[in-house]
Every structure is written in structure tokens, then in C-alpha cells.
């Protein structure tokens, strides 16, 4: 299938429905509509693929970063039935190159890579953080 052809990738956020929609049906934790606006405005570079025929977003991924020397990627999510397809690393590829055309030299770009993604990152040229470990804090009420 000829990205091309059938697909266009947009270099801004999705709907915030289907930024929502695609976390949960990539099987992502599900977000509120208040954490979700957060993150479709607060981000630095937001990039998703719509489908020209379905009309709808169908992958997506993001930049959160200080613009300076640090940049996270997040939201890494292709629905389902267009997995397999390239969209995923067409995502990464933007997302970086937008990094690389719009940091100082020598940024720290990061990820989480949950299973699914390992292989994509991978071949998009990331490797793992050693001897350093993410970690993340229990949310707990207070
Ligand atoms: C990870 C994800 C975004 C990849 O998107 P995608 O559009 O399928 O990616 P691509 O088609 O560009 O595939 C890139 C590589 O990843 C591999 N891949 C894709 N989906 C995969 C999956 N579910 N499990 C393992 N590998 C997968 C592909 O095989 C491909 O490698 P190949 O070219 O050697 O065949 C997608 O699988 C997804 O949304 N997963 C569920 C949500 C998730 O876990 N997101 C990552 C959070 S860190």
C-alpha cells in the first residue's frame, strides 16, 4: 500500500476524540478529556496520520520537550487494523527529524518502550539507557 496514496500526515495534534480514541484502542491506559486537551496543547510537536478515505486519525505520536536539550516521545499509537503498515515509522521518523531541525545540536531524546514499540524504536536507530533505568512513581492519593 502507497503511503502516499492513502494516507497524510498531519504535523499537528489530532481531535482531541481521537486522541483519545487511539490511546484506547491501541490498548494505551485510558485518558480523561482534561488530561487529554493538556496534552494535545502542551506538547512540543504533535504529529499524527489520517486515513484519506476513512477521514479519521489512525496513528499518532508526540515530542514533550523544553525546546533546549530535552525531548520525550509519547503517545506512540497506530489503531489495530493499520498496524503493520509503516505508519508507526513514519510517526518516529517526523518526530525526530522535527527534533533535529528545530533543537541545538546534540539533544537527549528519550522514550518508554513498552514491547510492542521495542523493535520499531530499534530500527529507528534508539537503543537502551545503560546503565540507567527509567523509573515512575506509584501514584498513590494523598
Ligand atoms: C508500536 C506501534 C505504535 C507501531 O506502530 P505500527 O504502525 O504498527 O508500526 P510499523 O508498521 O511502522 O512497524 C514498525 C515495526 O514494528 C513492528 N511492529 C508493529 N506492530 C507491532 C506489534 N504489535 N508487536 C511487535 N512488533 C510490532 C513491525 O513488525 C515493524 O517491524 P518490521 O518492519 O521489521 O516488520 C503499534 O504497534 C501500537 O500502536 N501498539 C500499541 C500501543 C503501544 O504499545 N504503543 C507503544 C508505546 S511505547
Not at 3 to 16: E, H, T
Not at 26 to 55: I, M, N
Not at 56 to 80: E, K, Q
Not at 88 to 109: F, H, K, M, S
Request: aromatic fraction near 10%; charge should be negative.
Amino acid at each position: 500500500m502507497n503511503f502516499a496514496d492513502n494516507f497524510d500526515l498531519i504535523p499537528d495534534p489530532p481531535a482531541l476524540e481521537e486522541y483519545l480514541a487511539l490511546r484506547k484502542d491501541a490498548g494505551l491506559s485510558q485518558k480523561t478529556p482534561e488530561q487529554g486537551a493538556a496534552a494535545l496543547t502542551g506538547s512540543w510537536f504533535f504529529c499524527h496520520v489520517r486515513d484519506r478515505e476513512a477521514g479519521r486519525a489512525v496513528a499518532m505520536g508526540r515530542v514533550i520537550g523544553d525546546g533546549g536539550w530535552c525531548f520525550h516521545i509519547a503517545d506512540m499509537a497506530t489503531l489495530p487494523e493499520f498496524q503493520g503498515r509503516g505508519l508507526g515509522r513514519r510517526v518516529i521518523d517526523t518526530l525526530v527529524a522535527q527534533i533535529r531541525q528545530g533543537a541545538p545540536e546534540n539533544p537527549y531524546i528519550t522514550l518508554i518502550a513498552d514491547p510492542p514499540g521495542r523493535r520499531l524504536y530499534e530500527q529507528a536507530g534508539f537503543t537502551e539507557i545503560n546503565p540507567s533505568r527509567g523509573m515512575e512513581l506509584p501514584w498513590v492519593r494523598s
